[in-house]
């Protein structure tokens, strides 16, 4: 990776402490609260290094900020990632889970009652103006963009389905005016003019404000017969191919290939369910994917001048220094890791660790920070920047931004990530009998948990199957420690194995349901007592009966598309412990 020589600034200032800035526009006008510009891109990998090959997110961005290296995505789909981002809850607590009807796309975030539950609410009342161009949220679309239209905006320009994923044939909705189709010119092209445009309507309004900028690079080109008539299709009929990049980046990056990791379409089975049946792949399919990866590195070309020509207008302006970058995507990807197709959707680091780099006033420059951070901590980190209140239900923490309180959190914050997702699991290059475009089951819950002293991935599928990987010994996760084909070791982290997944199980039971403050401190939720604060402590020899024993264990009922609570199994109940646990879980803990 190109990151590792960045390191931590002498800066100490930030939002908390942050200095007003009297003036601005050369001198002429004040603004004391900090703009916020939020660039969201579409399936952009960590783990492919797509940040290598964006010189000016690494001039801009890299060198003038921090790179978060554990942030994930606590959901690896687009739609219920985007919701998560936007509202600072988990998708158990939004039930928005699908990127369509019923269980999930724009109706449903509207059905539960979330389009005056949101970000850009906050932020209005909070006296920012509001600014959005490119994808919202899958399932927006040409038929019901305006019922309701998508509220707390200043000014929106909206792509829609179903033509977010046509490149080369694009529609876009501003304000309350009816769609407008962008046939003949790449879709990222038009938001890049659309993003300034924006950004000048902002500064000439004297307001704080935040502008979203959300192109759909590096997805797959979506294609059917019915989008050129503004109908959509089953998924199952639509025709995903490598995405494409604007003209003058098609010939870039000849002989590139997807980074040769050991978890890439390796010689032995890994996982479990579906994936752990998938064959290697042939040399077609993995020169298919490799041209499917180029094309991903050329589309990202357009979001890296999108962020050059942002800058470059905040320095025109004479705001950027008082104006926050963040950077980042809905979820990760895999092409070839574990045999897969190209796609998303599973808890493999792929999938979940994802790209989040911010730059602002206190922010250190050319950092690396390796604290767990989650798209549940963004909300309340931009509501923090902002100075507004945060809300009692959100599922995560802000992000602290600066140098002492990273510090801080290096040492306080909490270790683990909790990773959900409903229904199928999507192929997004090529299909074949063994690999179709669907796989069904692909419901489970998943956990990370990562310290200095251990680094683990834990899985409970809705067949009830599990995975436990230790990314210590075993980074690409290729031996799945609980499955009978594989040589499991008597001890990780330290201890021994049933021990540590008594453990894991035990955590992974209380945040599948987790609410707010439950979710961001589980182990207190467990020990009321407030002597357990991580794995290490709860590994402690006084609880093994209580986990090994007398906890109850995480199993599904059923595999279902969606969040269905009855298929969900035992669930845990903060207001009912013993109903939980063991009537003497008092004495345990």
Known sequence: MLFSPYLTSGTVFGPAEQKPMTLIDGGRRPRSQPNIVFILTDDQDLH??????????QKHLLDHGTLFRRHFCTTALCCPSRVTLWTGKAAHNTNVTNVVPPYGG???????GLNDKYLPIWLQESGYNTYYTGKLFNAHSVDNYDSPHAAGWTASDFLLDPFTYWYMNSTYQRNKDPPVSFEGRHSVDVIAEKALGLLDEAFEASKPFFLGVAPVSPHANLWSPAFRHGNHSDLEDIEFSAPVPAERHSKLFEGIKVPRT??????????ASWIRKLPKQSRETVDYNDNFYVQRLRTLQSVDEI?????RRLEELKILDNTYIIYTTDNGYHIGHHRMQPAKQCSFEEDINIPLVIRGPGVPQKSISDIVTTHTDLAPTLLEIVGAPLREDFDGLAIPLTEESLAQASETRHEHVTV??????????QVFDYYPRLHPNNTYKALRVISKTYNLHYQVWCNNERELHDLTADPGQMVNLLHPDEEAPEKIAGAPLEKVVARLDSLLFVLKSCKADTCTQPWRTLHPGGNVESLRDALSPRFDSFYEDRSTKIEFDRCEIGFILDAEGPQFKQDD????FDPKWHEWT
Do not use: C, R, T
Request: hydrophobic share 40%; net charge negative.
């Open 577 to 580: 412990l013993l109903g939980a």
């Open 420 to 429: 959900e997702h409903w229904g199928f699991a999507s192929n997004e290059g």
């Open 48 to 57: 492919m290094n797509s940040l290598d090959y964006m010189p000016f997110v």
């Open 307 to 311: 962020v050059d020509s942002i800058v």
């Open 262 to 271: 050991a978890n890439f379409n390796p010689d032995k089975p890994s996982g």
């Open 106 to 112: 724009y109706p449903k975030f509207v059905s539960q």
